[in-house]
């Protein structure tokens, strides 16, 4: 069973067109191809615009796939609505992070303000109203 699924592995990127003439799962693939996943192991979901589109738009492409079970990577702020909006959708995935935070400087630096310290603020709070969203709109 093991050696099944290292030779179906796929990668899916997702995410639509924003604000550049790229789609953030073409952007995506883009990364991934540069660290070495073959392109024809990646699939692209290029319709979704938030978190309740990828967990309806990613399943029937596993399912086309043949694929039951998926990591569901994302930030450490979204893993967990990310993990529920997909289960809300009938997908069980397995939740991971890739996030790394490297401390720098002295203790006393970790109490003072700083632009990183502010930008991972500004995705929690993100998260926390998306959270809330998803909530009142029966989504998670």
């Known amino acids: 069973h093991r050696r099944q699924l290292s ?3 796929r990668s899916i990127a997702t995410g639509g067109q924003r604000s550049s003439q790229y789609s953030e799962a073409g952007l995506m693939a883009h990364q ?4 070495g996943v ?12 938030n978190t309740r589109d990828h967990a309806m738009l990613v399943p029937p ?11 569901l990577v994302t930030c450490r702020q979204h893993i967990a ?3 529920e909006a997909f289960r809300a959708v009938g997908v069980d995935p397995v939740p991971s992070t890739p996030d790394v935070y490297v401390r720098r400087g002295g203790a006393l630096e970790m109490y003072l303000p700083s632009r990183v310290a502010l930008s991972v603020s500004e995705r929690m709070m993100y998260d926390v109203l ?3 969203y998803y909530k009142a709109r029966g989504w998670v």
């Open 61 to 71: 492409l596993l399912k086309q796939h043949g694929v039951e079970q998926f990591v």
């Open 32 to 35: 991934l191809e540069q660290v």
């Open 38 to 49: 073959p392109a024809e192991k990646i699939i692209k979901e290029e319709q979704s615009t």
């Open 130 to 132: 998306g959270w809330a």
């Open 7 to 9: 030779l179906e592995r």
């Open 81 to 83: 609505r990310a993990l």
